[in-house]
Structure formats: structure tokens, C-alpha cells
């Protein structure tokens, strides 16, 4: 159950690693004024956002190999799944974010002579995470329980583990088990981020 527990909290902060910065590319992209770019970024995300992340694990794992001869380990395919199905739902919540900000304070920036870096990061983003912190908190919740999904292609996360324990003892106990370790896990990341709203509260 550990070395499960391990396998799917490598999922987790993977996914978060590449899925954040990545979404917010993908958020500038969903904004730029570029016709094209943001067509095509928002087919990406409404292809992600309309499939179920189970079909788009099979297809990534798949997909390759059956449309260019080419395979790779299922771990990495639940990476790149994920961090696929995740960028595009921190991208909407980072352009939510965004596009909250009034512009009179982008001007109000530029009369006062703040270069464009110095005025987002200091002035701009720390009111943008405030405002999606609740949402962002979220998806990162849920994602902790749809790493249950990597089973699918037979990673042997959690819950996989737990299910072939369960198999083995002809006993639930094993599947409570792990929805224990998914609750503390869960409860964990929750009190992260009250913990991190409080601090900018305090900073504010």
C-alpha cells in the first residue's frame, strides 16, 4: 500500500510541475491576440475538457503506437496525460484570474513608470493568486483522487494496489484502507492552502 501510495503521489506532483506553468502558456495563448493561436488553443482545451481524462489516458499510451510505431512506458503515458488534462483547466482558471484584474491598473503601472515585468509580478499576480487560489485548490484536490485513474493502463498506483489486495484477502478492508490514504492526502493539500491564503491575507 505505500509503494502505491509512493507511485501515485509521484503522479501528483508531476503533473503539478509541468501542468502549472504549462496552463499558464496555454492561458496566454487562450488571451493572445493572434486569431489562429487562439482558435487552436481553445479547440486544445475544449478537447480536454470534453473527454473523459480515462479515454485520454488510453489514447496517449496507445495512440503512438499504433499511428507511428512508437511506444513508451505507461508511466510516463500517465504523465503526459495528465499534465495534458490538467494544463487546460489551470489555464481557465488563470485567464479567470487575469482577465478579473482591471485594466486601470495596468495604466495606473504605466503612468507611474513600472516597467511591464515589475508591474505583473508585483503588482498584478499576487492579486491574480489570491483570486483563483479557491479554484486552484480544487483541482489540485481532485487531482489527488484521479490519480486512481492511472490503472487504467495498469500503472500500479493506490488504488490498483488496493484492489489486488482486496482480490488476494477476499476482504474490503484493503479498498477503506486506501480511501483513508486518499482522505489524509486530500486533508493535507486542503490545509496547504488555507494555510498559504492565510499567509497572503496577512501579507496583504
Known sequence: MLEGTLTSLQIFFLTLLFSLPLGFVVARGRMSGNR???????????????????????????????????????????IVAFVLNYSAYFAEIYRSGLQSIDKGQWEACHVLGFSKAHSFF?????????????????????????????QTIGVSELFRVAQNASSRMFSTM?????????????Y??????????HKLDYYR
Open 36 to 78: 489562429i493561436v487562439r482558435s487552436l488553443v481553445n479547440l486544445y482545451i475544449q478537447i480536454m475538457r470534453g473527454t473523459p481524462l480515462i479515454l485520454q489516458l488510453i489514447f496517449v499510451y496507445f495512440a503512438p503506437y499504433y499511428l507511428i510505431g512508437v511506444s513508451y512506458d505507461r508511466f510516463t503515458a500517465v
Open 188 to 197: 493535507v493539500v486542503s490545509k496547504l492552502f488555507d494555510l498559504f491564503e
Open 174 to 186: 484493503p479498498i477503506f484502507v486506501a480511501g483513508l490514504f486518499y482522505f489524509v492526502m486530500n
Open 122 to 150: 508585483f503588482i498584478i499576480l499576487p492579486q491574480v493568486v489570491k483570486r483563483i487560489l479557491p479554484a486552484l485548490g480544487n483541482e489540485v484536490v481532485t487531482l489527488v483522487k484521479d490519480t486512481a485513474l492511472a
